[in-house]
């Protein structure tokens, strides 16, 4: 079983204000990665919410059987997310595809995409390139949890190098990362 892990716990600080809640195509931006995560072929679906939380709940629709949990140490950086995220799943759980609030394109189809490609590869880690910019969601193998559980805001990079990771070509398929004003003003003007 491949469960996933949404990490909207931060508190946004390039941009200035909640990213989950920038509203894009009439919902918030967190909306649109829990909905692709729910219509994907995911068997559980883990919310990691931090800062803001109960205001950002309160603006989202949660699918049937989607969990919500509470980083309280979510200041301490994206690590300690992961770690709540990974601690929370179901002890069957065999991997865990990690999806992050900013990334606005990701769609079901993309998230079975790279599901497929991690059933099929012996490696433990499977992330997307598009072009040359790697994005998620990064499916982790349960075995390389260990090491996941990094601590601060060190996040993951390190480990998404070297020869335990496959990582899966998709040119031409959209992709945006909202960290700062102009990028969500350039993801509005896309549309």
Request: overall charge negative; cysteine-free.
């Amino acid at each position: 079983m491949i469960a996933g892990v949404i990490l909207a716990a931060g508190s946004s600080l390039r941009l200035g204000r909640p990213k989950q809640l920038l509203m894009w195509r009439g919902r918030p931006l967190l909306q649109h990665v829990i909905e692709a995560a729910a219509a994907s072929n995911l068997a559980e679906l883990v919310l990691v919410l931090g800062h803001e939380a109960g205001r950002i709940s309160d603006a989202l629709t949660l699918p049937e059987g989607a969990r919500l949990v509470h980083n309280p140490d979510y200041r301490s950086g994206q690590a300690s997310s992961l770690r709540v995220g990974l601690n929370a799943l179901a002890e069957d759980t065999q991997a865990a595809a990690v999806l992050l609030t900013d990334h606005p394109y990701v769609s079901a189809s993309l998230i079975d995409r790279v599901l497929h490609e991690f059933e099929l590869s012996s490696a433990p880690v499977v992330r997307p390139r598009f072009g040359e910019v790697p994005g998620h969601p990064v499916v982790v193998g349960r075995s390389e949890w260990e090491r996941w559980r990094l601590t601060g805001d060190e996040g993951a990079r390190s480990l998404l190098e070297g020869p335990d990771v496959r990582e899966l070509p998709l040119d031409g398929v959209m992709f945006a990362d909202v960290d700062t004003w102009d990028d969500y003003q350039a993801l509005l003007d896309r549309e």
